[in-house]
């Protein structure tokens, strides 16, 4: 069955960087889309990257713009979420999830455990 492992989160300095990864098994990561997710206390669920396993195309929240890079290692089947200069902002439970589907559209249907980002001032 699908399943989807996040690891790399952890406790981070304002400005450091984290990279968190998805090991997906139960699919390849060349066949579905791959969205992270994150959620803070107190707040709403934000998805904030995406990547399309049609072309490779990739959609970034504009709170990741400039900052946070996805990725898809196809040997591996895992997607990564390279994420530079944090801000206290981006603490928060990281997701990633999928869909049977090429592309980003659409709500997610599977997701995994999350893992906790924690970016101190």
């Known amino acids: 069955q699908v399943q989807l492992v996040e690891s790399g989160g952890g406790l981070v300095q304002a400005g450091g960087s984290l990279r968190l990864s998805c090991a997906a098994s139960?699919?390849?990561?060349?066949?579905?889309?791959i969205k992270w997710f994150r959620q803070a206390p107190g707040k709403e669920r934000e998805e904030v990257s995406c990547i399309s396993s049609a072309d490779g195309s990739t959609y970034y929240a504009e709170s990741a713009k400039g900052r946070f890079t996805i990725s898809r290692d196809n040997a591996e089947n895992t997607v990564y979420l390279q994420m530079n200069s944090l801000k206290v902002e981006d603490t928060a439970v990281y997701y990633c999830?999928?869909?049977?589907?090429?592309?980003?559209?659409?709500?997610?249907?599977?997701w995994g455990q999350g893992t906790q980002v924690t970016v101190s001032s």
């Open positions: 999830a999928t869909q049977p589907s090429y592309y980003c559209e659409g709500d997610p249907d599977y």
């Open positions: 139960g699919f390849t990561v060349d066949r579905y889309a």
